[in-house]
């Protein structure tokens, strides 16, 4: 197992087109989360599955955004009519466990441009 | 709410020296506390993770340490070096489940 993997790395939109990001946690993880990261900031939480369960979402999760973990395992990110507002480093984690205490891993992140 | 804020903003030192990074939250019902670090445009790799009854973990040059009732962490580096140059990012977990992150520190290392 190489680690939380995250597809593409980066992504390249014009504005109001759709796009789909893709996350594979490391095997057996139940828990998994999204967070943005713009330049020069902290990652800020977008949403969080525990299996297939989406149990949390951020107000950063406007309606053009929307996540599945269908089976829980991958998940995927979808942005729908892209803004310019959206262009930032995307980033998957995962972590283990039935207790809120385990580490987190993280992927190397999927980078959306909206020119 | 919880707020995590990181002290120094950026930092840069030459090679060969400790240094200390500061991280503060501001509610103390938190699981645990982890240290990241980021190289420019990458993702984040955990360095510690410190639960919340733990004073203090070590890995290698790497000393985190945590006083829960006063809302603080500190990254100590031993005998700094070049590779060590990055950001640093610690990360609450706290009751609502999720992981809050401070805007990092900015670490450079010089020859």
């Known amino acids: 197992d190489t680690g939380v993997s995250q597809d593409p790395r980066h992504k390249i939109t014009k504005r109001g087109q759709n796009v789909t990001f893709r996350c594979d946690p490391i095997?057996?993880?139940?828990?998994l989360y999204w967070y943005r990261q713009t330049l020069g900031q902290g990652p800020e939480f977008l949403t969080y599955?525990?299996?297939?369960?989406?149990?949390?979402k951020s107000r950063l999760l406007s309606d053009r955004f929307s996540a599945e973990r269908p089976k829980g395992s991958f998940s995927t990110l979808e942005i729908q009519r892209t803004e310019q507002g959206d262009s930032a480093m995307y980033l998957c984690?995962?972590?283990?466990?039935?207790?809120?205490?385990?580490?987190?891993?993280f992927g190397q992140g999927t980078r959306l441009t909206v020119v | 709410k919880q707020e995590v804020t990181q002290i120094p903003a950026a930092l840069s030192v030459p090679e060969g020296e400790n240094l200390v990074l500061n991280c503060s939250f501001t509610?103390?019902?938190?699981?645990?506390l982890q240290w990241f670090r980021q190289d420019p445009g990458k993702g984040l790799t955990s360095l510690l993770l410190?639960?919340?009854?733990?004073r203090e973990q070590t890995s290698g040059r790497l000393n985190a340490s945590l006083d829960k009732s006063s809302g603080r962490s500190t990254l100590y580096i031993a005998a700094s070096q070049p590779g060590d140059s990055a950001t640093y990012l610690c990360?609450?977990?706290?009751?609502?489940?999720?992981?809050?992150f401070g805007p990092g520190t900015r670490l450079s290392v010089l020859p």
């Open positions: 984690a995962s972590s283990s466990g039935d207790r809120l205490n385990t580490e987190a891993f």
């Open positions: 095997s057996e993880h139940n828990r």
């Open positions: 599955f525990q299996n297939e369960a989406q149990l949390e």
């Open positions: 509610d103390s019902a938190i699981y645990n």
């Open positions: 410190i639960q919340s009854s733990q």
């Open positions: 990360a609450v977990r706290d009751y609502g489940q999720n992981f809050v």
